[in-house]
């Protein structure tokens, strides 16, 4: 009979716990939470496939639950046809927030601002924790940004130091798993106060929900510290020391210097894209609309989702000087949305069945009977992390979750802005370790996901049972506002 991967799973996980730890086994994975980090990496690079493919799957589930639920299937593949592009602009925001993070990220004047930072830590230990605070401290301004940022601050300071290059570059993670969704580029809080990219069924049942009822709540950003403090004490605390560290030396690994100046230009043609002016006006064009915009509306109602990323890209466009080398950094950063690209699309046909069929009704009303306005908050809560493992998407699956979600928040009298914000808080729990959103990070570090998701795992059984009593208890201090609709 064939030994089934769930078995062998959980046998290789047990004998790692109970035996003397096997000298191949890094020195980090000798206690017990490292231990089972390793085992889970292993598993899961050999048998979690491709998150597209949880995609596909997820597809067909609400195809046949639609079936079951009374849809024709005419009607099923017509909701899925005509929804499969009606998320573009959105997915298009999506890809700009990398894009716009790395070319800030690498350009001249912020990567000599990151070479200063490598030089303040002293201690390895110091340097773990600094690079996760940095992490975390700049994923509430742009998750793209603080991924590249984070990731080049731990590749320059493991050059200069002994310092485990597997903790440094797990701490250069933690902001995409703990509080990006709380921050200036949550997708799902950005999308909610955006009327443009609003699915039309979120729309009916929510309405808008401004930054001011989630990401700018006190709540929020006590949340968001919290998680801060907690994540880099974790990260300090699981730093591998004396002769059981793995520099960046014992990977054999090397580095091409950033700071190498812009090749010269060589055709007559190319001299406008070593033109400053040219990228210059063109900033300033863009800083000129969001004045505009910022005037009339303020700057709270003017942040949603295309006005920051057009800030970034300006911002890109300035710090790079040359519209040649901001292009260079946009091709360097393209193949990190590629997941973007193809998914989306895939979870805007699901979203449109599950809101043309039956099953968002029927989710919303099974939400409403096992829960009270009390349980609400956990539940969710609990729900959001598990999916997230399977679609490793922010913006996308809170397309997918929302009209339910929110149907049921409706039905228990539960504050929306917070609903949105305790999606936000859980769903990044499984990033820590889900090698989806690594891709940029690794390709940075030039290291595998099963490197760093042992150290993602211990934060995760730290944070989580933080995480839910949060969520419960700031829960309480809301009250139920009904959503107003847009006219």
Same mark, same amino acid.
């Given at each position: 009979m064939e030994w089934?991967?769930?078995?062998?799973?959980?046998?290789?996980?047990?004998?790692? %716990?109970?035996?003397? $730890?096997?000298?191949?086994v890094n020195s980090s994975e000798h206690g017990l939470f490292t231990r089972l980090g390793a085992s889970l990496s292993d598993w899961s690079e050999r048998w979690f496939p491709d998150a597209f493919v949880f995609a596909l799957l997820a597809a067909i589930i609400v195809f046949v639950a639609g079936l079951i639920l009374g849809s024709t299937l005419q009607q099923?593949?017509?909701?899925?046809?005509?929804?499969?592009?009606?998320?573009?602009?959105?997915?298009? #925001?999506?890809?700009?927030?990398?894009? =716009?993070?790395?070319?800030?990220?690498? =350009?001249? $004047?912020?990567?000599?601002?990151?070479?200063?930072?490598?030089?303040v830590p002293k201690t390895a230990r110091g340097a773990v924790a600094y690079v996760a605070f940095i992490s975390t401290?700049?994923?509430?301004?742009?998750?793209?940004?603080?991924?590249?940022? &984070?990731?080049?601050?731990?590749?320059?300071?493991? #050059?200069?130091?002994?310092?485990?290059?597997?903790a440094i570059g797990a701490a250069a993670y933690l902001g995409l798993g703990s509080i990006w969704a709380l921050g200036l580029s949550s997708s799902a809080a950005l999308m909610m106060a955006s009327k443009g990219l609003i699915p039309a069924p979120v729309l009916k049942i929510s309405g808008i929900i401004p930054l001011d009822a989630t990401i700018y709540t006190w709540q929020s950003l006590l949340t968001a510290g919290i998680l801060m403090l907690v994540s880099v004490l974790v990260a300090w605390l699981t730093v591998p020391m004396g002769d059981n560290v793995r520099?960046? #030396?014992?990977?054999?690994?090397?580095? +091409?210097?950033? #700071?190498?100046?812009?090749?010269?230009?060589?055709? $007559?043609? +190319?001299?406008?894209?070593y033109f400053p002016p040219l990228t210059l006006v063109i900033a300033l064009m863009g800083f000129g609309y969001l004045w505009t915009v910022i005037s009339e509306k303020g700057w709270l109602q003017a942040l949603d989702l295309p006005n920051y990323n057009l800030f970034f890209l300006m911002v890109g466009l300035v710090l790079h000087w040359r519209a040649r080398s901001f292009t260079k950094a946009v091709s360097a950063a393209i193949p990190a949305t590629a997941g973007i690209v193809i998914q989306f699309p895939f979870y805007a046909g699901i979203a449109a069945i599950?809101?043309?069929?039956?099953?968002?009704?029927?989710? &919303?009303?099974?939400?409403?009977?096992?829960?009270? $306005?009390?349980?609400?908050?956990?539940?969710?809560? %609990?729900?959001? &992390?598990?999916?997230?493992?399977?679609?490793? =998407?922010?913006?996308?699956?809170?397309?997918?979750?929302?009209?339910?979600?929110l149907q049921a928040a409706i039905d228990q009298k539960v504050n929306l802005g917070?609903?949105?914000q305790i999606y936000n808080t859980a769903e990044a729990l499984p990033n820590l370790v889900n090698p989806f959103w690594m891709l940029p990070l690794l390709g940075i570090l030039k290291l595998k996901a099963r490197d760093l998701v042992g150290f993602g795992l211990v934060q995760l059984f730290v944070h989580t049972p933080i995480v839910l009593f949060l969520m419960w208890l700031l829960a309480r201090t809301f009250t139920f506002v009904p959503p107003v609709m847009p006219p």
């Open positions: 089934h991967p769930s078995r062998r799973f959980i046998t290789r996980i047990i004998l790692r %716990i109970m035996s003397t $730890p096997n000298p191949s099923l593949v017509t909701w899925f046809g005509t929804g499969f592009w009606s998320f573009v602009p959105f997915t298009m #925001q999506m890809v700009v927030v990398v894009v =716009s993070g790395y070319v800030v990220a690498s =350009s001249p $004047p912020v990567y000599k601002l990151i070479v200063k930072l490598a030089g401290f700049t994923s509430m301004i742009s998750y793209g940004l603080s991924l590249i940022f &984070a990731g080049f601050l731990a590749r320059e300071i493991a #050059q200069r130091m002994k310092v485990d290059y597997r520099t960046v #030396q014992s990977f054999g690994l090397t580095f +091409e210097s950033m #700071q190498a100046p812009l090749e010269k230009r060589e055709k $007559p043609g +190319e001299w406008l894209e599950i809101g043309g069929s039956p099953i968002s009704k029927t989710l &919303a009303e099974l939400f409403v009977k096992v829960t009270t $306005p009390d349980t609400y908050p956990i539940l969710v809560s %609990i729900y959001s &992390a598990v999916l997230g493992l399977f679609a490793p =998407s922010g913006g996308g699956k809170w397309i997918l979750e929302a009209p339910y979600v917070w609903v949105v």
